[in-house]
């Protein structure tokens, strides 16, 4: 199984700075795999990012991601306060499918 | 619109068995990878199991293999969990997703409201 770490656990912004989220894998993962996914509270979670640098339907271009192997990153390049969630990277590559725990954005 | 719907949750005992659905619309459902996504109350994501356009690829958390059994009836438009032995920490919200394509290796583009499980005597 890939087990992903996100770093930081928390991360405090203000609105307009650049937030920049690493999702780190046990393993490399296959073909560039990996997802980004962002939750606001009482809601699902929101594709923004597949296969590591594509951006979903309807993400503005303000989110960014890169990497390949074992360390991805998720950059947002200027927060708006809608950014301020929970965000979640996902390898679907191999099974089992595996999340990372998580990073939380927070208003500084 | 895709619109994925999910339900059959609700207060269980430990060890009985709850029989979750979800019903999509709005897509070609039989073209479709599906998984379902659980997330424990106030805690993060955890794939749960998930199954390809044609059943032909079925996959399991280690943590639910062999007592979650996942199906798919392509003629309803519908997903299927059947869980037993249900155990305390089986407890959560669970989401149904859709795959982005028919293969069981790919992202979800969508994902329902979820249903809540709840373990306790």
């Known amino acids: 199984e890939i087990v992903l770490t996100q770093s930081p656990g928390t991360l405090s912004l203000s609105p307009g700075e650049r937030a920049t989220l690493s999702c780190r894998a046990s393993q490399s993962v296959s073909s560039s795999y990996l997802a980004w996914y962002r939750q606001k509270p009482g809601q699902a979670p929101r594709l923004l990012i597949y296969g590591a640098s594509s951006r979903a339907t309807g993400i503005p271009d303000s989110f960014s991601g890169s990497g390949s192997g074992t360390d991805f990153t998720l950059t947002i390049s200027r927060l708006e306060p809608e950014d301020f969630a929970v965000y979640y990277c996902?390898?679907?590559?191999?099974?089992?499918?595996?999340f990372g725990q998580g990073t939380k954005l927070e208003i500084k | 619109e895709v619109q994925l719907v999910e339900s059959g949750g609700g207060l269980v005992q430990p060890g009985r068995s709850l029989r979750l659905s979800c019903t999509a619309s709005?897509?070609?459902?039989?073209?479709?990878?599906m998984h379902w996504v659980r997330q424990a109350p106030g805690k993060g994501l955890e794939w749960v199991s998930g199954i390809s356009w044609n059943s032909g690829t079925i996959g399991y958390a280690d943590s639910v293999k062999g007592r979650f059994t996942i199906s798919r009836d392509n003629a309803k438009n519908s997903l299927y969990l059947q869980m037993n032995s249900l155990r305390a920490e089986d407890m959560a919200l669970y989401y149904c997703?859709?795959?982005?394509?028919?293969?069981?290796?790919?992202?979800?583009?969508?994902w329902g409201q979820g249903t809540l499980v709840t373990v306790s005597s």
């Open positions: 997703a859709k795959g982005a394509s028919g293969s069981y290796y790919y992202y979800f583009d969508n």
């Open positions: 709005g897509f070609t459902f039989d073209d479709y990878a």
């Open positions: 996902h390898q679907y590559g191999s099974s089992p499918h595996t």
